[in-house]
């Protein structure tokens, strides 16, 4: 419990760090207007999710949702088609709508929990707001198509490990 | 049990047949020049991806290893004849063959004991092996490059050739 347990909490976990990651690269490649739009709903829609979390809705499937997420968003970044830009709002209020509910910390006191949970939103927005930074100043800086190319590679590589990640949380071991 | 992050990344480098296929995918790249020379190395681990979840599902496909050494045959065999296919069509070569690669790493990955470390392991590894193939391709830019890659394709094919018939 505590703001800076809940600020790691999407760091640490594997789920929500892909997704965000993949959320990040998709949106770092988006002609800017669409970065501010898709964050603005993540955010909105994850603050309802974290409600939802706080009043003690939990899903199995939270976990390999948020890697199907990542896998859809880090695709969709590496393979660049037109026109995705209602997939990718789509894709944050799904995010943020998981991340918001896997963010939701164990029950304890009430005053604990909003804390705990108001530090996982900050977390998530941060790892998304620094994620999508890092991809802008990188394409400022090196303003090659090489730096495209780059990330798009990388968001190939996020896309395969969500996916596989996924996979491995559905099958049973 | 496999383990972590160095057995996910040595995975395909020890496999002397995923190595020299993923070698000659970068190599095909450069040689069929943009989009092909980066769109190959983001196609390969999309695709590559559901072979994996595949191979994690236990879905039954026959002739994995056969599937491997044909694809090192294969692409060799492409780059040695300097064959240059439209970028569609070159997609969806690498991409049925990156199912059998991502079969085969699948394969592994329930008995892993930190399966996020493998597979971060296994696409580093890939995406490493894409690179060195790009990098040798590159050689290309100079006559006497043509035959080196040319040569390397063929040497690749007949390393395929090997694994399919056990020699190797």
Redesign the interface.
Known sequence: MGFYSGFLHPLISFDQLLALLALSVMCGLAPKPWFGRSWLVFATVAIVGICFGLLGYQDARVSPALMAIGFVAAGLAALRPSGVQTIQILLSALAGALVGVSSAPDPGPVRDMIITACGGLVGANYILLAVVGGICWFRDRFDHEWSLIAVRIIAAWIATISISMAALALTPR | MSGGFVSGFAHPILGWDHVVAMVAVGMWGAFLGAPAI?LL???F??V???G??MG???VPIPGIETGIAASAIVLGLLILLAIRLPLWIACIIVGGFAIFHGYAH?TE??QSAN??AF??GF??AT?MLHLIGIAFGLLLRWPAGKYAVRTAGGLISLFGLGFLFGFA
């Open positions: 980066w190395p983001i196609v681990p999309l590559m991806a559901i994996t979840v994690i599902a236990g699948g990955l329930p399966p996020l597979i971060i696409v580093l995406g």
